[in-house]
């Protein structure tokens, strides 16, 4: 493969921008276009939303669905939870489970009485009514899902559900295949001509090349199918396509971009080819706003192939996100692309439909802001203030204008009449039909196209979900449509107002006042990735001297002098320091991140999130020293005043390991440090040198150099005689079991005082997967936690535990996603899997993957490529017949795979005798499933529906018990205490005669 061609410039505005300027900004475009007079745009809506207020929707259509069972509601919420998972479930006793679980936490009839039989009872009869009103002939056999009913035989409730939720989901399906929806579309238009169709092939993305083969096939095959059954003169009045490019490779994505250029491009012309030789429409749905850049360089590359191979066709479109805060700016680069190779383009405009993950994303990251607005009629002002862009580009683009929200079709048809561009409008299948019906018989001059996904059951569960969550939205118009409550006025009023402050504390914010987040970058920003590149590949490791054993006595001497005056340093000027050194990390991120990818051989994304760690650490233990290091007055007799202070226990020693030379170093000497003890610090062989700039860095920040010495050198020498030195007063360790164990040992041995010694050690990490889980989530959550980091992660995944009811799909998918990882330099953007961090590893692993291989059943292993095959270990995963195979933690990336069947308990027992308790992960929809698991674990951190690895601190404070760990946790707020001892004062303050207060405020009573 060749180097990554990175652009090193965005083509448009970086995505967090000041989200009240940009919206001013987004509003005076409007003025200066004319203007909206919105009083008018009420006057064309209100008849609209009256007349569909006044013939109600169908039961089952998705307004009906919300106004009983609103998603806010947890009634709504176990609907649309059955909805997402109980088609799958294999297995009569998961669904079972699965049924009873949701529909046991919601409360259908409203009833408070708390009985869960009772409740049980009537929530069976409202999912059994729910039934019987969608098939009044519920009972009979069952489409779809074969026998289904008979193995529940008894369990009525959960085959009702099932029946209700599947024939939910046709509503919202066009057909079960493209054949199917094609006769549906036609019969459809026999009502009204004017409908147009544009087919979805729906499923989730893929994870592997087979799900891109089979997605690529299933759009061919549609296109074909569409363009023998479709009329009309130009892809403005054919029915046409939606595609997904992350259905159609595995890695689409910035950071695999020659691959998309390399892969993809040639899928999706072939595809153009077919469509352009229909005359239909092709459009590119949008996805996340990462993705963003990308697209746009996807689709001006295919529009070069669109200008040589196809000029004259005029089908060829991509799908804009109003809610992204760059759409303004994306109308206007497609135009330009259109203009520049001479074609003609539809974009279809929506507001967007994964807001919740963006915001999310944007957290998690610390990015500077939000890529996405943050208040619903922002987007509303975005979206119109990209219809005028588009229709002002008439000369070039088609617009599509997808809502189903009758103000902004209403305004949208306003700013059309002047305009002779060519418009059409847009819903999705089973949403606003009752709406466009008013719309269409009052212009039934426009044309109305409806965006139809076509598939199974399986694949339409997170379909369904996302739009349930969509319109269960407060905000969302549907949603206020079906609410009698508000009134035309306020659904229908202006959103032409920029709000003050944004509708989302910033990501900086999102620890409120105490904290401050730390900030991240997003590397999907080529200004953003440009500098980490260059330090990477330039950053200069700081070469450190090795202490000597002999050295270590007078360290350790100067340090305990230093240690009074260091402990009688207020608290507050202690925290100073490390916020102090916080400031001066964040500001040094990329250089701090080129030194560990230089040193550890961390990617790029992981030295990000390793800084961020380390400033975090800086910033908590500051917050946290300063809340719970205060004197506490204690409660007594009168006469007498009892207070319990803390103070530094005198020099600590602190051992780091190699995986996270920053984070752990600094966690454990920030901890330290503020408690008011002096620390001898002593890095991994490995990593002294990301060790030795932290250090310089404290010293920066205000620490007095007499406090902290850095004791670089072997464990057995140098860390020996740290540990065993008289003046140490505690240790805090993080390393494997063994030396822990070793560590605890010279401590007990030293007849001095008893020494702590707080030991974060390693595990032997199980994710625990049953049958209701989603194989792609659990993919994706496997992938992370066994391989990213090269497996160099205390709380990586090792024991894959998965449900025999679906262990096949999983394992099939887990084959395909493990040769998608690619292995290469630390620094290069593309690569998901660097070195292994030194040659006895290597070795060691490669060991242990040989004795695998002779002992237990090859899965897959990612492609090694030759290069470097002496320094990194291809991720691979091997079945293994019995949790027993397994005996100590194997620090690489190496995944045993075992399938369960029966109890769930009996899983966590063996589990638990490995005698680790580290890191858990679970992949079930069974919340009290879920539940339980963790409360019989014993181990430091559960984790559900989700990777198991990047605890944050105060977030996910981290660390085990039993053989992982003494605990307490780092990042949390118990871990400080262990760094002090602790002193209770004891005055009388009756001593000088007598109990002079208590007296006095006896006689006031008098
Ligand atoms: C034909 C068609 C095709 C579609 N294709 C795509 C696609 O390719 N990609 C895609 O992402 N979506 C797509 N969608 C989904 C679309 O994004 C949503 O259906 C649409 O946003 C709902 O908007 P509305 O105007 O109907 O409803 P409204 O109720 O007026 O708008 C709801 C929208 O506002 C936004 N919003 C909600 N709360 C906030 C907030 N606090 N701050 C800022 N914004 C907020 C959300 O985007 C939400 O979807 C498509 C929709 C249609 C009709």
Known sequence: MPPTALPTASRLPPPCRDEIHRVQALLAGLRAAGGLDWSRVIDSARPWVQAVRDQPAPFWAMESLLREYPISSAEGLALMRLAEALLRVPDAETAIALTADQLGRADFDGAADGSPHQLLAKLSSSAIGLAKRLLPEAGGGQPGQPGLLDRLGAQTVVAATVRA????????????????ALGEARSARKASAQLRFSFDMLGEGARTMADAQRYLASYSQAIGAIASATSGADPVTRDGISIKLSALHPRYEESQLDRV?????????????QAAAANINLTIDAEESDRLE??????????????????????FGLAIQAYQTRAREMIDAVAAIARQRGLRLMVRLVKGAYWDGEVKRAQELGLAGYPVFTHKHHTDISYLACAQALLGHGELIVAQFATHNAGTIAAILAMAQDSSARFELQRLHGMGEAVYREVLAARPDIGLRIYAPVGEHRDLLAYLVRRLLENGANSSFVHQLADAGVTPEALLHSPLLAAQHPGQPAPAALFGNGRRNSAGLDLAVPEQRAPLLAAAANAAVPVVAEASVAGVAATMAALHAAWPAWTATPVAQRAAVLRAAAELLEQRTTHFSGLLVREAGKTLGDGVAEVREAVDFCRYYAQQAQERLQP????????ESNELRLHGRGVFVAISPWNFPLAIFAGQVAAALVAGNCVAAKPA????????????????????????ALQHGPGETVGAALVAHPATAGVCFTGSTQVAKHIQRALAASDGPIVPLIAETGGLNAMIVDSSALPEQVIDAVVQSAFRSAGQRCSALRLLCVHEGIAEPVIAMLRGALAELRLGEAGDYATDVGPVIDAPAQAHLSQHVARLQASATLIARSPLPSQHAATHIAPVAFEIDSITALREEVFGPVLHVLRWRGEVDALVAQINALGYGLTLGVQTRIDSRALRIAANARVGNVYVNRNMIGAVVGVQPFGGEGLSGTGPKAGGPHYLYRFCAEQTLTINTAAAGGNAALLASAGLGD
């Open 685 to 708: 062989e490995q990593t002294p040198g990301v060790a030795q700039a932290f250090v310089e860095l404290l010293f920066e920040a205000g620490l007095p150099r007499s406090v902290l």
């Open 261 to 273: 250029l390399a892969e993809l491009l040639p899928v999706v012309c072939g595809l153009i080819d």
């Open 165 to 180: 939720i599947q024939l939910l989901g046709k509503q919202f399906v066009l057909g079960r295949h493209i054949a199917e």
């Open 632 to 639: 506490i007055a204690l409660p007594g007799p009168t006469g």
């Open 294 to 315: 990308l697209s746009l360089i996807v689709f001006d590359a295919l529009a070069a192939h669109v200008q040589a191979a196809h000029p004259q066709w005029a089908g």
